[in-house]
């Protein structure tokens, strides 16, 4: 599999592409499945449909893996937490934990629930050709924690951050508990065929350094050691979004580092040389526009030089974006990396 392969920095014919959230909205196929299954988590827990928006952009786009339809918010709904994903506001528990005697009701066995991800993973792994990868997944423990506390997404992040100063025991409590889950489940993910995972730290900017390290990286390295001591053979992408300034301080036992698009490559590449390869990063909005594509792809083929890059977006896919710009992406960059 050239993914794999480019994880591991092995050679490749050309730098393999995918593109986070490449299921989605932004595809006619897509919508017509999510109103089949009703709403968005009974297609996260139908594997048959999930299956099917899964294997979409691999087909239409032509893309090098498939990620796994779901969600990172799954987990804190098995753990007992209940989930609303309203029209046009996002995802919502209703509920969210106060305080640390709320701890001891979140079940502990959640990544025994969620047999459908599973399910859905094995049906992927018989359907998607063998050269292609499937990338399973997971929300870091400071991101999943995050809204189990804040009760959804936020710009301050202001309870959360009250209770990492006034009381950083309950934080931590709550990141052990979900840290273990994550293992749990990533663990089931490989076992049911998944051939990379991605860890989305998506509001590691919330924090000043040494907390950001303290309550969020410091669970993320638990993980990657738990897995990659089990699982060498399977990549771990670790993707902290926006963080630039202490880049080359996110050391662990991972392959791949997800770089965002506002922190520019040659950048991060200054920063990290060859210790990580990098995934990254196109400006999504870059995808209204070909000429923006050719320009933004030509930037970050000449800093990444055809070596230790995986291709993809800096975050994931707008859901206006126009599907025949997204094919001409995928064309591009594998035409123009060639070797
Ligand atoms: O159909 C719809 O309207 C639902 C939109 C949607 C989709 C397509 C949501 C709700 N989740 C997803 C799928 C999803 N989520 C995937 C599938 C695979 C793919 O990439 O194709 C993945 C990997 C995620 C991961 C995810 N969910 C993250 C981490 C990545 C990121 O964007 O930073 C986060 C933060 C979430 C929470 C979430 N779920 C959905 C939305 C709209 C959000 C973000 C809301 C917010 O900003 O707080």
Same mark, same amino acid.
């Given at each position: 599999?050239?993914?794999?392969?480019?994880?591991?920095?092995?050679?490749?014919?050309?730098?393999?592409?995918?593109?986070?959230?490449?299921?989605?909205?932004?595809?006619?196929?897509?919508?017509?499945?999510?109103?089949?299954?009703?709403?968005? +988590?009974?297609?996260?827990?139908?594997?048959?449909?999930?299956?099917?928006?899964?294997?979409?952009?691999?087909?239409?786009?032509?893309?090098?893996?498939?990620?796994?339809?779901?969600?990172?918010?799954?987990?804190?709904?098995?753990?007992?937490?209940?989930?609303?994903?309203?029209?046009?506001?996002?995802? $919502?528990?209703?509920?969210?934990?106060?305080?640390? @005697?709320?701890?001891?009701?979140?079940?502990? /066995?959640?990544? +025994?629930?969620?047999?459908?991800?599973?399910?859905?993973?094995?049906?992927?792994?018989?359907?998607?050709?063998?050269?292609?990868?499937?990338?399973?997944?997971?929300?870091?423990?400071?991101?999943?924690?995050?809204?189990?506390?804040?009760?959804?997404?936020?710009?301050?992040? /202001?309870?959360?951050?009250?209770?990492?100063?006034?009381?950083?025991?309950?934080?931590?409590?709550?990141?052990?508990?979900?840290?273990?889950?994550?293992?749990?489940?990533?663990?089931?993910?490989?076992? @049911?065929?998944?051939?990379?995972?991605?860890?989305?730290? @998506?509001?590691?900017?919330? +924090?000043?350094?040494?907390?950001?390290?303290?309550?969020?990286?410091?669970? $993320?390295?638990? $993980?990657?050691?738990?897995?990659?001591?089990?699982?060498?053979?399977?990549?771990?992408?670790?993707?902290?979004?926006?963080?630039?300034?202490?880049?080359?301080?996110?050391?662990?036992?991972?392959?791949?580092?997800?770089?965002?698009?506002?922190?520019?490559?040659?950048?991060?590449?200054?920063?990290?040389?060859?210790?990580?390869?990098?995934?990254?990063?196109?400006?999504?909005?870059?995808?209204?526009?070909?000429?923006?594509?050719?320009?933004?792809?030509?930037?970050?083929?000449?800093?990444?030089?055809?070596?230790?890059?995986?291709?993809?977006?800096?975050?994931?896919?707008?859901?206006?974006?126009?599907?025949?710009?997204?094919?001409?992406?995928?064309?591009?960059?594998?035409?123009?990396?060639?070797?």
């Amino acid at each position: 599999m050239i993914f794999i392969d480019a994880c591991f920095r092995k050679p490749t014919p050309y730098t393999p592409i995918w593109m986070m959230r490449q299921a989605g909205r932004y595809l006619p196929e897509y919508m017509a499945v999510r109103e089949k299954a009703g709403d968005f +988590l009974n297609l996260c827990k139908n594997p048959k449909l999930a299956c099917e928006v899964t294997l979409q952009p691999v087909d239409i786009l032509g893309v090098d893996a498939a990620i796994l339809f779901s969600d990172i918010l799954v987990i804190p709904l098995e753990m007992g937490m209940d989930l609303k994903f309203i029209k046009g506001k996002g995802p $919502i528990f209703p509920e969210p934990l106060k305080d640390e @005697s709320q701890l001891c009701a979140l079940d502990e /066995n959640a990544h +025994l629930k969620l047999t459908y991800v599973y399910d859905t993973i094995k049906l992927i792994r018989e359907k998607l050709a063998n050269d292609k990868a499937l990338i399973g997944f997971t929300g870091s423990p400071w991101t999943l924690a995050t809204y189990m506390i804040e009760g959804q997404g936020t710009k301050v992040y /202001n309870i959360i951050k009250k209770e990492i100063y006034k009381n950083p025991k309950f934080i931590h409590k709550l990141l052990k508990i979900v840290t273990q889950t994550v293992k749990l489940y990533l663990e089931e993910q490989i076992k @049911s065929g998944v051939n990379a995972v991605q860890i989305f730290d @998506s509001w590691a900017a919330a +924090l000043e350094e040494d907390k950001y390290l303290e309550f969020s990286w410091s669970y $993320i390295q638990e $993980i990657c050691t738990y897995i990659k001591s089990k699982y060498p053979h399977i990549p771990i992408i670790v993707f902290p979004k926006s963080v630039p300034a202490y880049l080359d301080k996110l050391d662990g036992d991972f392959d791949v580092l997800g770089i965002d698009w506002g922190t520019p490559m040659e950048f991060a590449k200054d920063k990290i040389g060859d210790k990580f390869v990098l995934q990254g990063n196109l400006e999504p909005a870059r995808l209204y526009s070909k000429e923006a594509i050719d320009d933004g792809v030509q930037k970050i083929v000449d800093v990444m030089k055809n070596e230790g890059h995986i291709f993809n977006l800096g975050h994931g896919m707008i859901p206006d974006l126009p599907v025949e710009n997204a094919k001409y992406l995928v064309k591009r960059v594998q035409e123009l990396t060639k070797r």
